[in-house]
């Protein structure tokens, strides 16, 4: 009798064929720096916090933050954003609101009034910080979170450096200024105002008396702009003018006024005088689409009635009865392969001519490289220093302006920051080093947009240009709650994983396990097709070559 | 983005010796997850018969009847009626098959079992030829394209299985992509809650047979679909229209140009397909308009 | 033997409607069933039995005989009991199936109503399209009458449900499918005693999940084969143990083969189906009139009962095979098939294969005696030889 059909059955799994071994390559879960990652000048882990925003989870994102930046609702403000610049989606729609988001974040730690945890371990050394802006401000930050002891000496009655005296209210309120400033110093921070560290021997003193010394002084001498009388009362310094205005004081200059210059601090005069109620022309070198400053600070000057005359230059002035007549011509210019570097050429009968009441060049700051004798070297129109911000004198680090040519408040905070974690290491070695991001950043094509629509940014509101002109309050509105969230999910998230689960859900093979917080390759059955990192949202995975088991 | 949620329940093993970057082997995984366990598949020969298969072993944990190519329908029928006699109305079954066994061998027994309203889920994995036997034209296989039995390209068009069904007035019809794959789960759910024939129509892209890379075939699903190639529809009771994906946003000529079986099109050729997915495309409109 | 006859419950039932009622009877759960002549009055019968609740199978009714057979694999390896019928054209579109349910170990019971193959076309009783079917491991039973149908049925299920194999019986066309005899129908209660409820060895169960179909390595699709040489091996012993069963519950005892009035014969015919009938009467004619003549009955022809052909004819002077059929090239499949069963054994019969009755042509019983008369002294040729 045969009853025993049962071998034709199949009863058991196919789990025994380790298809692994068809592979030649395996997906590799990587997260790979975003391109806003190396754009930023604080190195923000911007995709990371953007997707703690999707999840709503704020105060998350602001600890992400201000691990590199304790200045979020500053820079949020007044960032240059390179990162915006940089962002993936601008080949897809434009780029994120990165600024805008991060103000968002940064207002809320505000409001909710989150403060820095105390170190976990204190230390004994001691960093003295001369100079109180943002080079410095952040240094002060990273040491003292680190438990170090931190001393700031600023020579102005308040600390802040060019984000109190520089930036015009309307741009950046001062109570925001004083929150994230106040915020640092809660950490512990010994501070000294009117504090000048004039001299080498001050700087010498100083550096006996602390473990370390970081000089963020900035820039301060302003440049001078040749053929022009500084000494006419029709002629005021711009710097001086913004630290004057900021300061409250009235403005003493006519109704006509003539800015030389189309960086930011010039735009920053322009506006200024614009809403004391002057009628304002900015005349600059560079031609409209060349010019310096953000593009929308020109495009909310212009809407402020605000007179652009762009690529040319003031030869001469005549002052008459009437007020001043500038001479000035039209050139051709070429921009130079740094930033600040450029050349210019005259064009044959260009000549025109201006009127005005008052002259404010704004066309830049020098540092202050003779101020401690010999004791620094200099390179160029900057102080000298190695790769860790060490100065020719050991134990002296410098860093923003003072170091660079990149004038921009979020560069100052990533040098303070980089020379902090420096001058941590020095003091005490077992201090991990600052790595700089080295992968190369997510491009754009490795992103599959198929999982991102098209609809472009959000903006945050402007207040009406008639209002405007009113006061000194903010001219850029914080998001919305809803503008915020929409705009956070346009977030590519380049090179970081968002846990979609789409890596997981494509496989055929089933070969992605979930883990708690991501995912795990079973090398036994991937066959290394790499639809997992065709159809990663975020190009977070890569395929790497891996010839099977 | 729309997150993939299904519950994994394990209802498809590693191990299956699919191509790497199977389009069928997903779709299965995702049909068998919604299913569950407490179904009977019916397969009939096709690469899913491979995928499913190899002796001892099951890469299903279902139990699968694997018969003959022509009778998927059939068989599922007879599986179906000896539940229901033994009290197992609740088991599903599920009917199996590729496009051959679908749209050319298999249609007479699948009118048959349409005509009869079976009670069963006929899941058609259409990747438009003969793929398991090294890919020959088949009935399903769209105009133009080579296979190794249409070396110059098929001179008629694929063959219209929706309307086909669609004239049985089967409680459900729909069309599935694994680009979309929460789209599929719903409609495996919505046509195992529904009695009567359901059958699905998922287009599986093949990696050889159609020349694309192996980590392309969710691209040019999702391509089929928003070209309008390959429309996600329902059809309820034969007669109600429902579109899934209702805008046609990428021309006929982005979808082509990922596929070497393509590779011989003129402009004109391009032009004359993208011309009858559009006429194709309104005529849907206006059946779902007509409901 | 009595106490059944004395329980008779005799109908005057055609061959099919026997058919139906020995299918009623023997309960399966799924009937698929597709109509051609001349077994169409089997299904009809069928749904009218459903239609009046006598018949409780799932039936269903697809678009071909070849869906029909598929829809009986599936519903057998879904652990159920199941019965369909065909006829000719319809059996040979199953053909590709019919390995299927074998290989697959089905115990499907099927009738089939032997009729002529086309083409050219015909409508009347010859047993090619079974015969031709003789290599694809479904057992085959052939039945005389009505009343050997209906018990054939029952018996059927008996010996697929335990050797997992699947069984045709065969009746001819006309002769016994339309011809109305009395037939006993016996009790429901009778039929359950004899044939218990069928449990599948194996079945597609969600909660086992194994799996049937998928494909063969060579060394296991061999093993395949001995294992189903194995249960062919072992169905002629449940042939013999169910009709001897259904013998003792009725009366009408069966076996694979039957000898009629073989005592001592000098001549013997061997046949299948309703021409046992015709030769029934030529051997009660000639044994009358002082031959020794008798009837070999193959009733079990699939496996073929080579012990018992051997035994029946062992020491038979002369043998007339009668076929019903014709293989082009080669003759009567019977006549070959009976003498490749005695090939070898040093038996000196002198066989006679006769081509009588093919298309369905009258073989009358005087016939059979003259051609008793005219080849019992021949010398067998070794060609096939029509006869009138």
């Known amino acids: ?68 930046n304790p200045f979020p609702s500053i820079a949020g403000r007044i960032c240059h954003h390179p990162c915006e610049t940089a962002c993936n989606r601008v080949e897809h729609d434009e780029a994120v609101s990165i600024c805008a988001l991060e103000r968002y974040v940064g207002d809320q730690a505000l409001e909710e009034n989150w403060q820095y945890p105390k170190p976990e371990t204190m230390h004994d050394q001691s960093v003295a910080i001369v100079g109180g802006g943002p080079a410095g401000l952040s240094a002060a930050y990273q ?59 001050g700087l010498e003193a100083l ?237 754009f094509k490795v992103i599959n947009t198929a999982y991102h629509s098209a609809d472009g940014r959000e903006s945050p509101a402007h207040v009406a240009v008639e209002q405007r002109l009113q006061s000194f309050g903010e001219v850029q509105q914080r998001f919305t709650k809803a503008a915020a969230e929409i705009e956070a999910k346009r977030c590519f998230s380049c090179g970081t994983c968002i846990y979609c689960d789409n890596c997981y859900f494509y496989c055929p093979d089933m070969a992605i396990t979930k883990l708690d917080q991501g995912y795990e390759v079973k090398l036994d059955y991937c066959k290394g097709c790499g639809l997992c990192v065709a159809e990663c949202p975020t190009g977070a995975i890569n395929m790497a070559e891996d010839l099977g088991r | 983005m729309e997150k993939i949620e299904y519950e994994e329940k394990g209802q498809l093993y590693s191990g299956h010796v699919a191509c790497a970057g199977c389009a069928e082997a997903l779709s299965l995984r995702v049909v068998l997850n919604t299913v569950g366990q407490d179904a009977v598949g019916v397969v009939a020969p096709s690469c899913l018969a491979v995928i499913c298969g190899a002796h001892p072993t099951s890469s299903v944990k279902i139990p699968v009847f694997h018969t003959t190519i022509e009778s998927c329908a059939a068989t599922a029928s007879g599986v179906k009626r000896a539940l229901d006699k033994q009290g197992k109305s609740q088991t599903t079954v599920l009917g199996l098959a590729g496009d051959g066994g679908t749209y050319d061998i298999g249609l007479q027994s699948l009118s048959s079992a349409a005509e009869r309203n079976e009670d069963i889920l006929y899941v058609c994995f259409d990747n438009e030829g003969y793929m398991n036997t090294g890919g020959q034209k088949s009935s399903s296989t769209p105009e133009k394209a080579v296979t190794g039995s249409t070396p110059a390209g098929k001179t008629t068009r694929k063959k219209n299985m929706i309307d086909i069904l669609a004239a049985h007035r089967i409680p459900y019809i729909a069309t599935a992509s694994p680009s979309h794959i929460n789209d599929m789960v719903a409609k495996v759910e919505k046509a195992k809650a529904i009695r009567g024939t359901k059958v699905l129509v998922i287009l599986v892209p093949c990696l050889p047979g159609w020349g694309i890379g192996d980590n392309a075939m969710v691209k040019t699903s999702r391509l089929a679909v928003e070209s309008g190639v390959f429309p996600l529809f329902e059809v309820e009771d034969g007669t109600r229209y429902i579109m899934n994906h209702t805008t046609k946003t990428q021309p006929v000529a982005e979808y082509v140009k990922l596929q070497k079986r393509y590779k011989h099109l003129s402009e004109d050729d391009i032009a004359g397909l993208q011309a009858e997915v559009d006429y194709d495309w309104d005529r849907l409109h206006r059946r779902v308009a007509q409901n | 033997m009595n106490i059944a006859a004395n329980n008779r419950n005799l109908q005057l039932l055609s061959g099919n409607h026997a058919v139906a009622m020995g299918a009623m009877l023997s309960k399966p759960d799924v009937a698929p ?87 050219p076309w015909g409508f009347w009783p010859d047993q090619l399209d079974s015969l031709s079917q003789r290599d ?230 005087d016939r059979i005696q003259r051609l008793v008369g005219e080849y019992r002294d021949k010398v067998p040729s070794p060609d096939a030889i029509w006869v009138d």
């Open chain 3, 136 to 365: 694809t491991g479904w057992v085959q039973l052939y039945s005389e009458t009505p009343q050997e149908s209906l018990d054939s049925v029952v018996q059927a299920f008996k010996i697929a449900e335990t050797v997992n194999l699947p069984v045709m019986i065969n009746h001819d066309a006309f002769y016994v499918s339309h011809a109305v005899e009395p037939v006993d129908v016996p009790e429901q209660s009778l039929v359950d005693q004899f044939l218990p409820p069928f449990v599948p060895p194996f079945s597609l169960d969600p909660e086992v999940g194994s799996s049937f179909g998928a494909p063969l390595a060579q060394d296991n699709w061999n093993k395949s084969r001995r294992v189903l040489d194995a249960a062919q091996a072992a169905v002629c012993d449940q042939v013999v143990e169910a009709g001897r069963d259904w013998g003792a519950l009725t009366g009408r005892p069966y076996g694979p083969i039957e000898q009629y009035r073989c005592e001592d014969a000098e001549v013997v015919i061997v046949t299948m189906g309703s021409m046992c009938g015709t030769v029934r009467d030529a051997v009660d004619r000639m044994r009358d009139q002082g031959q020794a003549v008798g009837l070999l009955k193959v009733r079990l022809f699939r496996p073929l009962p080579v012990s018992a052909l051997r035994e029946a004819l062992r020491d038979v002077p002369c043998a007339l095979v009668l076929d019903r059929n014709y293989s082009p090239g080669t003759g009567g499949i019977l006549h070959q098939e009976v003498k490749a069963a005695l090939f070898g054994t040093g038996n000196t019969t002198k066989m006679h294969g006769l081509l009588a009755g093919v298309g369905g042509v009258s073989v009358s019983s």
């Open chain 3, 33 to 119: 069933v597709y109509p051609i002549t001349p077994q169409t009055p089997i299904l009809e019968k069928l749904t009218e039995l459903q239609t009046e609740g006598r018949f409780n199978a799932e039936v269903l009714t697809p678009e071909s005989e070849h869906s029909v057979l598929a829809a009986c694999i599936g519903a057998s390896h879904a652990g159920s009991r199941v019965f369909t019928a065909t006829s000719s054209q319809g059996l040979l579109l199953m053909h590709e199936l019919l390995h299927y349910a074998s290989g697959a170990r089905t115990s499907i019971v099927m009738f089939n109503v032997n009729r002529t193959p086309a083409s």
């Open chain 1, 1 to 68: 009798m045969s009853r025993e059909p049962s071998f034709l059955w199949s009863n058991s799994t196919s789990e025994g064929r380790l298809t692994g071994t068809w592979r030649t390559a395996s997906p590799d879960y990587r997260n790979l720096p975003s391109p806003c990652l190396g754009a930023c000048p604080v190195n923000g882990r911007i995709a990371t916090w953007i997707g703690q925003v999707t999840k709503g989870d704020y105060h998350g994102a602001w600890t992400t933050l201000v691990d590199n």
């Open chain 1, 207 to 443: 550096r006996a008396e602390h473990d370390a010394v970081f000089l963020a002084t900035g820039a301060t001498k302003s440049k001078v702009l040749p053929g022009l009388d500084y000494s006419q009362p029709w002629v005021r310094d711009g710097a001086k003018f913004l630290a004057q205005t900021n300061a409250g004081e009235a403005c003493d200059l006519g109704r006509h006024l003539v800015v030389i210059g189309g960086g930011s601090a010039g735009i920053d005069v322009a506006r200024t005088a614009r809403r004391l109620g002057r009628d304002v022309t900015v005349l600059a070198l560079e031609p409209d689409d060349l010019l310096p400053a953000q593009r929308t600070e020109v495009v909310e000057a212009r809407e402020e009635g605000i007179r652009f005359v762009c690529g040319a230059m003031m030869q001469k002035v005549d002052a008459g009865a009437d007020g001043l007549t500038i001479n000035c011509v039209e050139v051709a210019f070429t921009p130079g392969a740094a930033r600040g570097q450029f050349t210019i050429a005259p064009v044959d009968g260009s000549a025109f001519t201006l009127a005005a009441d008052a002259i404010i060049p704004s066309i830049g700051q020098d540092a202050d490289l003779k101020k401690y004798g010999d004791l620094l070297d200099s390179a160029g129109p900057v102080i000298a220093h190695d790769e860790n911000w060490q100065t020719s004198s050991p134990g002296i680090f410098a860093g923003g302006d003072l170091t660079s040519m990149d004038r921009f408040v979020t560069e100052a905070i990533g040098m303070g920051k980089e020379a902090a974690m420096a001058i941590a290491r020095f003091v005490d070695p077992e201090q991990p080093a600052f790595v700089k991001p080295s992968d190369p950043a997510v491009p």
């Open chain 1, 143 to 201: 040491l003292a979170r680190r438990g170090f002891r931190v001393s700031i000496y600023e020579s102005q009655a308040q600390l802040g450096g060019l984000l109190r005296y520089g930036i015009p209210s309307y741009r950046l309120d001062k109570s925001i200024l004083d929150a994230e400033i106040a915020r640092i110093v809660n950490l512990g921070v010994t501070v000294h105002l009117n504090t000048s560290i004039a001299d080498k021997g």
